[in-house]
DNA sequence: TTGAAAGCGATACCAT
DNA sequence: ATGGTATCGCTTTCAA
């Protein structure tokens, strides 16, 4: 009988004798620092990795060493492209500083973004980023703080995405100061009668940007009246809906209806459109996020925009410094308001 | 001096002692399979374990086991809506079955998915899953394949997504078919005059969707005129920059252009639009994917739809197969055809 | 069932 | 600089 080999993977002790030195020779010349080891070694050791087709096992060097090379990466909706753009710029990032990304989708629920760190904390991963939109309940919110407070205590990263309520890294984006800024710009084009579709209040997100909106209306003596203001899922399908609400309840005299995100606008567009009503003609929309897809409806759609990719690798770059550069932690991306088609001026009234 | 504990982590075996067992008994009550341990310990495990919050370190686990929960996820560009959705696939049906999912990004370029297979290694995944759109050059293809086969000498799991032309088990999408379906549906629709955008010829998927849609038409008795086929970027700007060549040298009597995949369709609208061509109308277009976003341009598009969330679902039932079931390696998903009003019905010629 | 002890594949300290 | 060896945290024989 032959005896069969579990893991058929070359390990570094193999990769020791067939250059004929020791272990930790070979251990120095392929993963050690400086260098300590001789050159001509070190060559061996080089050309019998090769040659033996050798690895490293991460896993191993993880306990060894007693910190792993992985990011751990949560987003609400990878399918999203608000997410998927985040991620793509957490992914480069990553991996030009030689991370593994791991990923994790909380379906936007806080309880499953607390399983979800709860479990990741298995992995030991390096950094923690978390880009879901969290709701604002008191009671995930605590214990979600102190599941992260606890893994940075044993040395871990925790990066936030958007949200500042936590006492953590976060790469800030502003959401309000954006859609107030929207607000005064669509105010300039003529506009004076908004209404909007935003998500479930608990979603710290949602609830700013309206708020932006709102008081960047208030600034111009207009008020945004709750009744023409519906909310729902914070997807595409939640804009149809709302768009859909407002159109059957009848737009009145309402010009302008402003969705908190772009994927909801574009729902809200189709929403409109199904029901007879012409976005940008017959209602003007206005979104928030600036994802690719806004260049390509019809009409292109007026939005605030954020650099999605950069907040992705801003997220790493802020997890990735030193420990002791506590100075500012907030690190706030810029956002500007981008107005298109959707938003015609309003001619003389 | 107090001692410095390098991670302040919680081990198994002060588990051990708090629960006063052995480390064994621990490691049973915990992370063991069945019931070969005494229910009384098992609590008390259990119940020292919550107190001192304890996570399993997975990077030991999988040392001392031999083999770790993760799954590789190699995808062209996670921003890109077809490959989101596919992750968000993979991910769904990794979570179910208590795996890990770690993504890379080829951006497209078959070296850095050589480069990344090769990488991945050291992670020894469970499974490697390659949804990345590969091209046909000989030189990678047979460096995967040969990077592959060792990673399956070993253990791993390998499965392709859309790709076919290599041994390993695949989740195949009917690309040649779909596209051949489609042409004649629109041929059934009255058109006779196709142009078309595709990608580098090099891109397997990109050839295969070309190749169908132009046999497709071919059965009608239609030619698809090589000068009416523009081909450059497998992206939103790769469609739009082929559809304002299309229509700077004229489009002549061309009625509808298929491009062979959704972005790239979305994205030639916008160009055949920059250039006052209004789609849908003066010409038609069509896509392939049937992404999200296709539902909410104007007109909405014609497309050929893939149930991609499914497609990463069953990448991952395929890797998680028994071994020995070598019946079936290839998993096909059915296309269909989904007509919208980017291709109206041509009025009586 | 339970515990002692031998690995798993690497790193790093301590002599040489 | 190099090699021997303890160690990392966990799993898994092997006896008891």
Redesign the interface.
């Known amino acids: 009988m032959s005896t069969t080999q579990?893991?058929?993977?070359v390990t570094l002790h193999d990769v020791a004798r067939e250059a004929g030195v020791s272990l930790a020779t070979a251990s120095r010349a392929l993963n050690g620092s400086a260098r300590t080891v001789n050159d001509e070694y070190r060559q061996r050791v080089m050309a019998a990795a090769l040659k033996l087709?050798y690895?490293?096992?991460?896993?191993?060097q993880?306990?060894a060493k007693?910190?792993?090379t992985?990011v751990a990466l949560l987003v609400g909706?990878?399918?999203d492209?608000y997410f998927?753009?985040i991620?793509?710029g957490v992914?480069?990032g990553s991996?030009e500083a030689g991370l593994?990304?791991?990923?994790?989708?909380t379906e936007r629920s806080p309880e499953r973004e607390l399983e979800l760190v709860?479990a990741l904390?298995?992995?030991?991963p390096r950094v923690i980023i978390l880009a879901g939109s969290r709701s604002s309940e008191e009671e995930h919110q605590s214990a979600l703080a102190q599941e992260l407070q606890?893994f940075e205590?044993?040395?871990g990263r925790v990066v936030f995405v958007s949200q500042h309520e936590l006492p953590f890294d976060t790469v800030r984006i502003d959401n309000y100061g954006g859609a107030r800024a929207l607000a005064t710009s669509l105010v300039g084009l003529g506009y004076t009668r908004f209404g909007a579709i935003t998500g479930e209040h608990a979603l710290i997100t949602a609830r700013d940007r309206l708020a932006g909106f709102s008081d960047g209306l208030a600034e111009h003596g207009i008020t945004l009246d709750p009744r023409n203001v519906e909310s729902g899922g914070f997807t595409?399908d939640g804009g149809f809906d709302g768009a859909v609400r407002l159109a059957d309840r009848g737009l009145d005299d309402v010009e302008l209806v402003f969705a908190v995100n772009d994927v909801m606008a574009?729902?809200a567009?189709?929403g409109f459109?199904s029901r007879g009503i012409e976005p940008g003609t017959q209602v003007a929309v206005a979104g928030f996020d600036d994802i690719?897809?806004v260049?390509?409806?019809?009409p292109a759609l007026t939005t605030v925009s954020i650099p999605l990719?950069e907040v992705g690798e801003s997220a790493l770059a802020l997890a990735l410094r030193p420990r002791g550069a506590d100075a500012e932690r907030d690190l706030a991306v810029a956002t500007s308001v981008v107005l298109r088609a959707s938003t015609p001026g309003v001619a003389a009234r």
């Open positions: 579990r893991t058929g993977s087709n690895s490293t096992n991460l896993s191993a993880a306990v007693g910190s792993t992985s909706d990878i399918a492209p998927s753009s991620a793509a992914i480069r991996e593994i990304v791991t990923m994790s989708v709860r904390r298995g992995q030991r606890s205590g044993n040395g595409r574009i729902g567009m189709s459109r690719q897809a260049r390509d409806v019809t990719f």
